[in-house]
T-cell receptor, first 112, second 113 residues
């Protein structure tokens, strides 16, 4: 069965650089969520989209932005990267707004 | 504030034992609850989803129960195996406009051969 695809899987950036993370949801899933998991921490909600519209926003820095495109894939753009942005970034998709969430393998971002 | 806690933080058991992981949530008005497994540095694998109207869900050796009134869920693992070693996370969905998951801090399980 198709799963959530995230790219890249690993990304190394320097401070103050920009990063773009991509997420391809499971086909026919219309809802996408982004979560951030710092070292030794539980995942924290960043932002979500339903039918290409932002549905909710969590503790996401103003330096981060995201969108969902017409083909339902989503991109998380991160600018002015800081050391503290180093984390695993997960994308999840759901067939409905309140359905079970299926997580991708994550993108490990390292900021040096 | 909606919080999710898990106890114990870590658990070590010999192979073959049955075990129970606990999850507590402060706000009982949940929409659903998911249990996940996470291997070190890896992604989250959904194990079970329990809707607020359900009392329990079963998948193979796993059984999850939900008691909304007391704000608790348990994950029961029967006949544990070394391959079950991982971190187990529960996550609560309160529904509404967002449906974001609020995660617990996880239980690190080690099953000794």
């Amino acid at each position: 069965a198709a799963g959530v695809i995230q790219s890249p899987r690993h990304l190394i950036k320097e401070k103050r650089e920009t990063a773009t993370l991509k997420c391809y949801p499971i086909p026919r899933h219309d809802t996408v969520y982004w979560y951030q998991q710092g070292p030794g921490q539980d995942p924290q909600f960043l932002i979500s989209f339903y039918e290409k519209m932002q549905s909710d926003k969590g503790s996401i820095p103003d330096r981060f932005s995201a969108q969902q495109f017409s083909d339902y894939h989503s991109e998380l753009n991160m600018s002015s990267l800081e050391l503290g942005d180093s984390a695993l970034y997960f994308c999840a998709s759901s067939p409905t707004l309140a359905g079970e969430q299926y997580f991708g393998p994550g993108t490990r971002l390292t900021v040096t | 504030k909606q919080e999710v806690t898990q106890i114990p933080a870590a658990l070590s058991v010999p192979e073959g034992e049955n075990l129970v992981l606990n999850c507590s949530f402060t706000d009982s008005a949940i929409y659903n609850l998911q249990w996940f497994r996470q291997d070190p540095g890896k992604g989250l694998t959904s194990l079970l989803l329990i809707q607020s109207s359900q009392r329990e869900q079963t998948s193979g050796r796993l059984n999850a129960s939900l008691d909304k009134s007391s704000g608790r869920s348990t994950l029961y693992i029967a006949a544990s195996q070394p391959g079950d070693s991982a971190t187990y996370l529960c996550a609560v969905n309160y529904g509404g406009a967002t449906n974001k998951l609020i995660f617990g801090t996880g239980t690190l399980l080690a099953v000794q051969p």
